[in-house]
């Protein structure tokens, strides 16, 4: 009887974890094909990718969006519009703007999106050597049009929201700039500053769910036979613990590694 009852609930265990991991997946492809869809939507509105802390949304977006071109910036930390500005200037323009200037290429060609340029350099221009006529000629040649720029970290910025939220609300509207926001939207429910913009600015969230069976096998270091046999029993626990957590499982594999040794 009780043999009975335990293969019935290791059968259950693995059926479940089958049908949990399909569901993943097909949730997985369902924001990569929404994310998709987003950059051929003439609305102008960002759209949000939310999930805990821990749970590798960033790893998921710089490995499954290889068909989009995106322009990747975390904020995690900057403290200024005048900031964010310049990496993001640094990330569409890369060792432009640190060469000297007669051996910048300065193009006179269509200005496709001028305004993104005036409004990107008028916050740069004071932190580095450059005239903003050279940032804005910089920009001009840039196509937008089928780039998608992603601000992750969004919870953990430090500049006040409203500002922050304002620019990015010019970049969407006014200059038909589509972004992608990453963040814990957790940490940010109980703001009524951001509860108020989000409704104008954010057309979609999409709800992140880490697909742990594919990041376990990725996460594994050295060949270690023990976490290669442990594998479902790991994701078992973390599951029912409800702590999908990316770093707890690099922590397991690497103290485990250390105390093998």
Not at 34 to 44: G, R
Not at 76 to 96: K, R
Not at 224 to 236: G, P, Q
């Amino acid at each position: 009887s009780s043999l009975f009852i335990w293969n019935y609930n290791k059968i259950y265990s693995i059926i479940m974890s089958i049908f949990i991991f399909e569901r993943i997946n097909k949730m997985n492809e369902t924001i990569i094909n929404e994310i998709k869809n987003y950059m051929n939507n003439p609305l102008k509105y960002a759209i949000l990718l939310d999930g805990f802390w821990g749970t590798g949304k960033t790893y998921f977006i710089q490995h499954n969006l290889s068909e989009i071109d995106t322009i990747y910036v975390s904020i995690n930390g900057i403290s200024t519009i005048a900031n964010l500005s310049f990496q993001l200037a640094y990330q569409i323009l890369g060792n432009s703007l640190a060469e000297p200037k007669h051996k910048r290429k300065l193009h006179k060609g269509n200005k496709i999106v001028g305004t993104v340029g005036n409004l990107l350099a008028t916050h740069i221009e004071t932190k580095l050597s450059i005239s903003f006529s050279d940032i804005v000629k910089l920009l001009e040649n840039i196509d937008f049009k089928n780039k998608l720029i992603i601000l992750d970290d969004l919870e953990r910025c430090n500049i006040d929201l409203q500002e922050l939220l304002g620019f990015i609300n010019n970049l969407v509207e006014h200059n038909n700039i589509k972004i992608l926001l990453v963040a814990n939207e957790s940490e940010l429910n109980s703001n009524d500053i951001y509860l108020k913009i989000k409704e104008k600015l954010i057309y979609q969230t999409l709800k992140f769910i880490p697909d742990l069976e594919s990041i376990y096998e990725n996460l594994i270091i050295d060949d270690i036979k023990e976490i290669k046999d442990n594998k479902s029993f790991v994701i078992n626990e973390l599951k029912r613990k409800e702590h999908l957590n990316i770093r707890t499982l690099q922590f397991i594999f690497q103290r485990y590694k250390e105390l093998k040794i």
